[in-house]
């Protein structure tokens, strides 16, 4: 069954069937609507809500429930993400599984509510302190957010790294039909011996980032890097769309991918041989994909909410095989269909 | 066919929520979908929009630039979203609070007297609802029968039942003038 | 780390043996640290409530940053400041654990001091172990909110100047004024006697937590020999000469 959602309320009750039972947050627009979704109904579910004083202890008392063995959560936009990040470094220090949600708004500073995609680099190239990776997902519509959502839990978990759904405030605020994911049945969450539940009948267990031992703390980030080796093997995502015939290729996530999606099919209509690559993944982020569809289509135009941020790992996927135009918006302007499309014509038959 | 419904006014004036029960309507009767508010520190007396796209496609943007219809709830978003409805398309104009009466040759503008048929009908609240109904008309896409039960829905999952009958007048009133 | 093995003659009856709750691992404090003293009073606490197995600890940033090799229970390394919050999210997420912070003055009452005041102020139900020594030990004797007025230390070589780094923050007195909290004390741990009184002090802490009562604080002030470039002996001295004159010990709030 359908229902209307805000792509909020969806990743709020996505993570409530992904058997999230601890949620801790601190209000900021645009994701004002998951904490109030979750303040109504986790503790229904016997989880645990709990407004902390700042994003910084928040992300701290993720930290702990993480290391207590629940699934955990917290959501926030951009200037509280920013907060949020020595917590998420040592999340991913200590390998403890969590979710965090990012509504994206514009920035840098306080800048604005409206939707954004300024903050990639921070969500895929570290934004904390350390040598980490988060897994970061990419949703594009309310279905997809809830996906995603249940996803991050599921992937969070398996490889003991934090994973981060990044969103934008109009995927936030806007209500789609959706079609909501079947509950993960608790003993289908994977066992955790490394939690903190109390040394009886084990030795003790410390969750921890910290070795002072050069040597002994290089084995340990060896063995972290082996897990995003196989991450980038197993886990990465992205959708094609008309890509077959393209002659020219747009890339684009998220809200701008969707809003791509409307863009080819009006180049379509006109006779423009368009096609959309949009990656689910941002990290890892789909480089032999893209590399491969380079090798056939001379023109690869990024979009973004941005002033060109995954434009980078076009262009790293790229390599020269294809020209990498860049179109972006600003500030928290979206641009509409036609923008772009008189955008694509300036590249298609140049 | 993807079309754009931009619903305005006052905040407190239930702009959310024609939109919503418009998306709903739409949704039950298999079509795509999207509402977009316009979002930030509005409170009630301050401004509130937000647009409904229907198509047989997934949408793209949410954001529409030129709406095929423009339900505009008081003069300040009559003048603020007048220009931008696309050529053809239908306005209804709430005549109640819209004192600078302009036009468009190239848009149809239905004038509708929301606020006095809400108090005709004996509940001020449901002015909103006028406005629907005659959006509904022009749009031409759904039946109203569709989006009187979804307002049934909407209004039923508020516990607010008892606003149900009067709510379906507004917009059978409103129907009944575009 | 390997312990020299004392061959106990025949005869002998031990009466002064490591709790069960500590690890084999030697401590890392320095000479007439107190922090040995307050660590080895945690663990005492801890195996004469026969909390071992449900006990949760955490480790901040700081001296004790490295006080889960001490333990023999479960433990989780702290970002600074943050290890209420830490504390929080871990009893929260399982309240059959008993979950106690273990923090120096620069952790808990200048870079954690919203954590603190909040946890406090929602009578989160967990123990806080708060060491007092007025300085910033481990990064190498830098002031900390609690140092004197007028004490030398290497971010105030002139002795701190209260018109321009303010006054020793007294944690105990403000959090004692909230509705939140079950228990805060002030302890010392330059005699015997005083050890005494900072042990039970602890134990009430604990057992605060195990019958639900909330929020409970044992404040310790302490000394940092090194850092005050004393003896051990001179170290004592200063808490009781100096310390206890903005510090003074006693139960600044008892909820029962």
């Not at chain 2, 009559?78 to 036009?103: D, M, Q, Y």
């Not at chain 2, 749009?139 to 307002?151: D, F, K, Q, R």
Request: charged share 20%; net charge neutral; with cysteine.
């Amino acid at each position: 069954m359908k229902i209307l959602m805000r792509g909020n309320e969806a990743m709020a009750e996505a993570a409530i069937r992904a058997g999230c039972r601890c949620y801790f947050c601190y209000p900021i627009t645009p994701q004002g609507e998951l904490v109030e979704y979750m303040a109504r109904h986790l503790p229904r579910h016997g989880g645990v809500f709990l407004q902390a004083e700042s994003e910084v202890a928040a992300i701290n008392m993720v930290y702990g429930a993480a290391a207590a063995g629940v699934r955990t959560m917290t959501s926030s936009s951009s200037p509280g993400i920013s907060l949020k990040m020595e917590g998420i470094s040592y999340l991913a220090g200590a390998r403890l599984p969590a979710v965090i949600v990012n509504v994206m708004r514009a920035g840098p500073g306080l800048g604005n509510i409206a939707p954004a995609q300024g903050d990639y680099f921070q969500a895929t190239k570290g934004g904390g302190h350390g040598d980490y990776r988060l897994i970061v997902l990419a949703p594009s519509t309310a279905q997809e957010a809830a996906e995603l959502v249940m996803l991050a839990f599921d992937l969070s978990d398996r490889y003991r790294v934090p994973a981060m759904v990044l969103a934008d405030g109009m995927l936030g605020q806007m209500m789609e039909p959706v079609e909501l994911p079947e509950p993960i049945p608790p003993e289908k969450i994977p066992e955790k011996p490394w939690a903190l539940t109390g040394a009886k009948g084990r030795s003790p267990n410390v969750v921890s980032s910290f070795d002072l031992d050069p040597y002994r703390f290089r084995e340990v980030l060896r063995a972290l890097w082996q897990t995003y080796r196989e991450i980038e093997r197993n886990e990465v995502r992205w959708e094609e769309y008309q890509v077959e015939d393209a002659e020219l290729l747009l890339v684009a996530y998220g809200t701008m991918g969707r809003i791509c999606r409307t863009v080819v099919r009006k180049a379509r209509k006109e006779g423009l041989r368009v096609g959309l690559f949009r990656p689910i993944t941002l990290w890892p982020f789909p480089y032999e994909p893209l590399r491969k569809l380079a090798e056939k289509i001379p023109v690869l135009l990024t979009v973004e909410l941005s002033a060109g941020q995954m434009w980078e790992d076009v262009r790293l996927a790229v390599e020269g095989r294809a020209k990498t135009p860049f179109y972006g918006e600003l500030g928290g302007v979206v641009p509409t269909p036609d923008e772009i499309l008189s955008e694509v014509k300036k590249h298609v038959r140049d | 066919m993807e079309t754009g419904v931009i619903f305005a006014g006052f905040g407190g004036q239930g702009i959310l929520l024609a939109g919503k029960i418009l998306a709903r309507a739409a949704m039950e009767k298999g079509f795509e979908v999207t509402w977009l508010p316009s979002y930030g520190p509005e409170m009630r007396g301050g401004t509130a929009n937000c647009t409904v796209v229907i198509a047989d496609e997934p949408v793209g943007s949410p954001i529409v630039d030129s709406p095929y219809v423009l339900v505009a709830m008081n003069g300040p978003s009559f003048a603020r979203f007048l220009p931008r409805v696309a050529r053809g398309g239908t306005v209804i104009a709430n005549s109640s609070l819209i004192s600078e009466r302009k036009e468009r040759p190239d848009v149809r503008v239905v004038w509708a007297p929301m606020n006095e048929i809400a108090q005709e009908l004996g509940e001020p609240r449901c002015a909103n609802m006028v406005g629907l109904g005659a959006a509904v008309k022009a749009l031409g896409i759904l039946p109203l029968e569709a989006v009187i039960s979804a307002m049934e829905e909407e209004l039923g999952a508020r516990g607010r039942e008892k606003l149900v009958e009067v709510n379906r007048q507004a917009l059978l009133r409103g129907y009944a003038l575009a | 780390m390997s312990v020299t093995e004392v061959k106990v003659p025949a005869g002998y009856v031990p009466v002064y043996t490591k709790p069960k709750s500590l690890s084999e691992a030697r401590f890392t404090y320095c000479p007439g640290c107190h922090h040995g003293i307050i660590t080895r009073l945690v663990a005492e606490a801890i195996d004469e409530l026969g909390i071992q197995e449900r006990t949760v600890g955490i480790a901040p940033v700081g001296c004790a940053v490295f006080l889960s090799d001490f333990f023999r229970c479960d433990f989780v390394q702290a970002a600074h400041g943050r290890a209420c919050a830490v504390a929080t999210g871990i009893k929260r997420a399982n309240p059959d654990l008993i979950v106690f912070s273990y923090q120096g003055d620069g952790d808990l009452a200048a870079i954690g001091t919203a954590e603190t005041v909040h946890a406090a102020n929602r009578g989160e139900n967990i123990t806080v172990i708060f060491v007092n020594n007025q300085i910033y030990g481990m990064t190498g004797g830098e002031m900390a909110p609690t140092t004197l007025p007028g004490m030398r230390t290497v971010t105030t070589p002139e002795g701190r100047d209260v018109r321009t780094t303010g006054y020793p923050l007294r944690m105990s007195e403000m959090l004692a004024q909230l509705d939140g909290p079950s228990y805060i004390t002030r302890q010392a741990v330059f005699d015997v006697r005083h050890v005494q009184m900072a042990k039970k002090a602890i134990i009430k802490a604990f057992k605060n937590q195990i019958e639900g009562k909330g929020f409970s604080l044992v404040e310790i002030v302490a000394a940092c020999p090194t850092n005050l470039r004393v003896s051990p002996v001179e170290g004592n001295k200063w808490v009781v000469e100096q310390a206890l004159k903005y510090f003074p010990l006693g139960d600044l709030k008892v909820r029962d």
